[in-house]
């Protein structure tokens, strides 16, 4: 608190009761705890769209959204859920050519075992062995153009969830992400 606010215990912005006691303010919660709850990654997926479309990020790019009509729901955080699908969408329209973007969803299992998965597919991308390993390692160890993949690994594993990044043959590259599982939230 402030000492304005110790000393009239109201602020000049604040309401009155007119006899010097502070009107009461609905409480927040606070900002500081974790933000894990149930969280549609279908509607979080189509936000981030929208918003790198905005941004001009995107711009050129065939992006083919693979999403199922209903909701996903997985246990985690939004705020870094969002980031990790701006992350891996960022990632993947710097790498993309003329074969553009494939992204897909798979819903969670119908007993809350197994948490919702999504895939980042870029067919022309090139990840050398190298910088496949850096990027299980730490995100300073790998270039600037990989830099966004191994910031999102990391984001993941912080909310319980699991990256992994497969290879082509000769290029393409393929990033699953596994999202924890809802769990039996009917139950």
């Not at 990790?84 to 299992?109: C, F, K, N, Q």
């Not at 730490?138 to 699991?162: I, K």
């Amino acid at each position: 608190m402030s000492a304005a606010r110790d000393w009239v215990g109201r602020t000049s912005g604040e309401a009155g009761d007119g006899v010097g006691h502070p009107a009461r303010a609905p409480r927040l919660e606070s900002v500081e705890g974790p933000d894990f709850h149930q969280v549609d990654v279908a509607a979080l997926m189509r936000e981030s769209m929208e918003l790198l479309e905005a941004a001009r990020r995107i711009h050129g790019i065939a992006v083919n959204l693979e999403l199922p009509d209903e909701a996903v729901l997985a246990r985690t955080g939004l705020r870094r859920t969002r980031q990790v699908l701006l992350l891996l969408l960022a990632h993947a329209a710097d790498l993309a050519g003329e074969s553009g973007v494939r992204v897909s969803l798979d819903p969670p299992d119908d007993f809350g075992d197994e948490g919702p998965r999504f895939q980042v597919v870029t067919p022309d991308a090139h990840l050398s062995e190298r910088e496949l390993r850096a990027v299980f390692l730490s995100p300073m160890l790998v270039g600037p153009t990989h830099r966004r993949l191994a910031r999102a690994r990391e984001l993941v594993e912080s909310v319980g969830g699991t990256l992994d990044v497969v290879r082509g043959a000769e290029s393409g590259l393929t990033v699953t992400v596994e999202l924890p599982a809802p769990g039996l939230a009917c139950w």
